[in-house]
Nanobody, 125 residues
Framework: QVQLEESGGGLVQAGGSLRLSCVASGINLNTRNCGWFRQAPGKEREFVAVIERSAGATYYAPSVEGRFTISRDNDKNTVYIEMSALKPEDTAVYYC??????????????????WGQGTQVTVSS
């Protein structure tokens, strides 16, 4: 059974930092692109960041570029996103996702086949 489990969310003041983790079981993240997405109340799910399966190249949404860093630990089958200089507009449920094996990277949620249950991040002003 494939499972992605996020952790690390919480309440933080504006300007603060959080690190989210996503641990996978039942699949090998090393052969898949891994992305972080977020969804705020009343809004569509949006792309945040992705780390490619092979060379590990990373891509970010313009709204988080320079503040968020995505990384992976293949030995632990885990993907992280380090978030700093958080803003109230970063408040959302954050989801990790894994693509099909050996797929080109994408910012489209439809390209990801496995999803975690989400973790709430709330940034107070």
């Amino acid at each position: 059974q494939v499972q992605l489990e996020e952790s690390g969310g919480g309440l933080v003041q504006a300007g603060g930092s959080l690190r989210l983790s996503c641990v996978a079981s039942g699949i090998n993240l090393n052969t898949r692109n891994c992305g972080w997405f977020r969804q705020a109340p009343g809004k569509e799910r949006e792309f945040v960041a992705v780390i490619e399966r092979s060379a590990g190249a990373t891509y970010y949404a313009p709204s988080v570029e320079g503040r968020f860093t995505i990384s992976r630990d293949n030995d632990k089958n885990t993907v992280y996103i380090e978030m700093s200089a958080l803003k109230p507009e970063d408040t959302a449920v954050y989801y990790c996702a894994a693509s099909r094996r050996f797929q080109d990277y994408s910012r489209d949620p439809a390209a990801y086949t496995h999803w975690g249950q989400g973790t709430q991040v709330t940034v107070s002003s």
